[in-house]
Structures are given as structure tokens and as C-alpha cells.
């Protein structure tokens, strides 16, 4: 039961946003309430991701993990949202909830990384939420640092703080 990895199509966007939906329930909900989890569904999702596709696939890539033919995660790079040509910005990567430990968050960062050297960034930012200390022991071991950035957004109607990483690609 090997993983595959392959680059999206606009036919896995709709799945792609139910995993990301999925996939945010299941990492956040142990520090973020439930009614700020329950928006979006996970069809709103999967529309969110096919109209961002619209606007971003000429300078960011979609890459789809599959294990027996099934989506279980996805990553998305694209350039720098400061405006940095030498950074590149993981946008996520979300696993099906089942996924976690198997090996397919590792497989989808290296490959986001590789993909972030293939196009001549030197450096890679992402933003984690500072609750979600899964993920941010799984940058860590990555290789990724604090910058000792933050910034807040919200998740529904719950204020979150997010934490910047970086490394070298």
C-alpha cells in the first residue's frame, strides 16, 4: 500500500476541499470550538478550492498523495505572499485524519520542497496555527524554525494566531 503522488487536477479540487475540511476538524479541534470547525462544509470547501484554482494555478501547484487509488492529503505551494522571488510559501498540506503517521505528510513536504528548489526559490515560509503543536513538531522535525512571526486570523468566529517557519530548500 504504497502512496502516490501526483499534481491536482480541477477533477480533485471538489475531494480535495472534503479532505481539507475533514482534515481541519480533526487537527483543530482540540483547541478550537466546534462551531467555529462547522463552517465551512466540506462541499463549500471543495467550491473554495476550485474557485482559488482559478485565480492560482498559473504560479502555484496542487500535489495529490493517493493510497489504492483514494485522495488522503494534498499539499500547495506557490510564491512568497511578501513578495520575496527567493522564498516560496507552503500553503498547506492536510491529511484524511487516517493518514496521520504513515508517512504521506513527510512524502508531500519533501516533494513541496523539491518542488519549491525546481523553481529557483532558495528559502520556504509556512504559517501553522500556533494550537496545532502536532503540526508544528512535524515542521520542526522537518527542519523548519520559528521566525518569530505571528499573525492572527479567524477560523469562523475564533481569533487564531499563527506562527511563521522557515528553512532552506
Known sequence: MTITLRHATVDDLRAVGALHQRSRVAAYSSFLPAEALAD??????????????TWER?????????????????????????????????????LDPGERGRGTGRALMDDALATMRDRGWA????W????????????ERGGWQPTGESREDRIGAA??????????V
Not at 40 to 53: D, K, S
Open 40 to 53: 465551512p462544509t466540506e462541499e463549500a470547501m471543495g467550491w473554495y478550492w476550485v474557485e482559488r484554482w
Open 58 to 94: 498559473d504560479d502555484h501547484l496542487m500535489t495529490v498523495a493517493e493510497r489504492e487509488g483514494r485522495l488522503v492529503g494534498f499539499s500547495y505551494v506557490g510564491p512568497d505572499d511578501a513578495g520575496d522571488p527567493a522564498t516560496g510559501l507552503l500553503n498547506a498540506i492536510h
Open 123 to 126: 528559502r520556504a515560509v509556512l
Open 128 to 139: 501553522v496555527l500556533e494550537g496545532n503543536v502536532p503540526a508544528r513538531r512535524f515542521y
Open 159 to 168: 481569533l487564531t494566531r499563527q506562527l511563521c517557519y522557515a528553512r532552506e
